[in-house]
């Protein structure tokens, strides 16, 4: 292969989920696209990397500092969500249900992996705590995840918080034929007064 | 979301196969790797657009004109192979098994998408016969392809050439019994005496 595409199939090939077969259609098609979108695309990348950093406070991502969750005075001080990565804060805001603020872990507690407690934002949250009333632990839902909320909640009942986790169950619009059985015995578990 | 961010989001979207869910991910990924990383991908971006080209003879992609196909003195002059896209000429040379040169149209014949005649590589091909004995048409095993390949067929023997098609069959490793009734029709009209 000749080597500027060579060389422009490996980088592709290092984003995740794109194996060489992929980055290779990729760099085909950037080779027959106008060089506008090409150029485009190169600014892009560079532009997330310059202008955006972590929030002080929530450690979300952003370009000013504090975030714009942190600087919404309409949100309620008493309600804390938190979350193990930036991304996972925009599907919480788009159903429109939570109008606290945030606080991101930055990763999940895992042994395997080697990230305990000094490896995610621990000290932060606990640092901010003064007039929280609940705790929503917004951890995803397998076993990192669920390791994570569990040692939070812990934490954070000894300190008198009320401690909430995400509802586990069917998902709307889905059918309980093709729901897998621990989701179904979390379903039945949680069922709720109709 | 936020604008450097939902702008590398839109810029991979237009990616073929890449999603808007996809896109995010990947962008993700941007913020959380190193910058060198973004850098290496932004400038591989670029080089290709700056630096390839399709060679003048054949069409292929190209940093130095004619090709290293073109160039190449060994091969026979007597055999051209006529593949759709320049990268379907890669799979071609790793099977090691044809020595002869490219021509690749830039397109196949398609009324749908108003691709005719003039919308290929046919004049150019047309101009590179002489001394060509044989013709193998490489284009793609699909309805646009196939259409490609008979009109081409037409042309080229009457102008007295050997004109010949890839074969179809089953796939090596394959199984009888995943084989589409299709392939496995073509399969046992092309079959050969063992």
């Keep these: 292969m000749i080597d500027p595409l060579a060389r422009l199939v490996g980088e592709l090939s290092r984003l995740p989920g794109i194996g060489p077969k992929t980055a290779t259609r990729l760099a085909h098609h950037v080779l ?6 090409a150029r485009a695309l190169a600014e892009a990348l560079i532009e997330v990397k ?4 972590h ?8 370009a000013v500092d504090p975030c714009r969750y942190c600087r ?3 949100r309620n001080r008493k309600l804390l969500c938190v ?8 599907p919480l805001e788009r159903t429109r249900e939570f109008k606290g603020y945030y606080h991101v872990l930055m990763g999940a507690l895992s042994p395997q992996r080697g990230i305990g ?6 000290g932060p949250l606990l640092e901010r705590l003064e007039g929280v009333e609940e ?26 918080l009320r401690t909430t986790r995400l509802a586990f169950g069917m998902p709307v619009g889905g059918d309980i034929e093709y729901t897998d059985e ?3 015995g979390r379903s039945l578990a949680g069922r709720q007064e109709i």
């Design 117 to 122: 407690p000094d490896q995610i934002t621990l």
């Design 32 to 37: 027959k696209a106008p060089i506008g979108e």
């Design 182 to 184: 621990v989701t179904l």
């Design 135 to 160: 705790v929503i632990l917004a951890t995803n839902p397998n076993v990192e995840g669920e390791a994570t909320a569990l040692f939070l909640a812990r934490l954070l009942k000894a300190r008198g």
């Design 50 to 53: 310059e202008k955006l950093f």
């Design 72 to 74: 919404d005075p309409e």
């Design 55 to 62: 929030c002080s406070t929530c450690y979300s991502i952003t």
């Design 83 to 90: 979350v193990e990565e930036p991304f996972n804060i925009e």
